[in-house]
């Protein structure tokens, strides 16, 4: 027979993305209509192990849904990976009576759910991370805000770079995935795209492309250039010298992480946080929410996590088709 959920608790993990908060709030609201308790905790794992949880009504949820960030806080816990330090997180669990977790992050704190559930804790995650980078779903909450803020951006840069002829580099977040770079490559018409995924460190390459547009009378050449790659300060230096065209640099950074989520994160987080509960209250564990397809559906995280995603070759290849 399925476990049935008394209490559930709720937390954020991993790098904070607009959106979580309507997520949390969904958690506690959902969980209360159909009689649960909500706990949360704060600083994600860091704090589960400090003992960091509260009870949450309705109102502590109040007016969070057009903010930012996280009101539970966020953080990276690298003893959590240790099987002694989860098993105390769940004695701890157990201890404050939490039979249920929600926990809103990545890939990495997908793996931190799995170990609880092996310790008997029921889990859900619900994928928040602006990086895209989770591979059984289309939709990643943040990744929306994070890209229309980076897009907001690039337009403004490039309307400078245009007035000047410039070179302009701009750095967008993501360590390993080049979702964000992909996705303001089309949305901004930019000249090049570097990818971690994809980038073959050949800049003698991008030299000729840029001396080729300022031949067909180019104005600008914007290239977005993922943090994975990085370098952008040295890299603009290089390539003014080899093309003679005035080159700048412009980071980004963690602008992207903040800001009020859009319509479509509020309303997708909102869903998901609500599905979480109502996969918990079927007795469900160790699932992952996800949309595809159109749908909002849930794996297992062990199938979840094995799963493999990657660039659209059709996309990077029309971001340079494109742009001529
Ligand atoms: P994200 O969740 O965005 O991928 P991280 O990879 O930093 O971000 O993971 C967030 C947290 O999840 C880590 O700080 C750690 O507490 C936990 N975590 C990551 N990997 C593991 C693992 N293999 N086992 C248990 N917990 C993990
Ligand atoms: O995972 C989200 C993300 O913003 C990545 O795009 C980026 O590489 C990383 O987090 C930055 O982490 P931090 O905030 O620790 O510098």
Redesign the pocket.
Known sequence: MAKEIHTIGVLTS????PGMNAAIRAVVRQAISKGRAVKGIKRGYAGLLQEEIEDMEAWHVSDIIQRGGTILQTA?CLEFKEPEVQKRAADICKKHGIDGMIIIG?DGSFRGAQRLAEQGINTIGLPG???L?IACTEYTIGFDT?VNTAMEAIDKVRDTSTSHERCSIIEV?????GY?ALWCGIANGAEDILLPEKYDFDEQKLVNHIIENRKRGKKHHIIINA??IGHSTSMAKRIEAATGMETRATILG?M??GGSPTCKDRVYASTMGALAVDLLCEGKTNRVVGYRHGDYIDFDIDEALAMKKAISEYQYEICHTLSI
């Open positions: 991993g790098g904070d993305a990276r990545g991370t602006i990086d980078d994070a977040m993501g360590r390993d995935a964000i943090e994975g963690h992207q992480r």
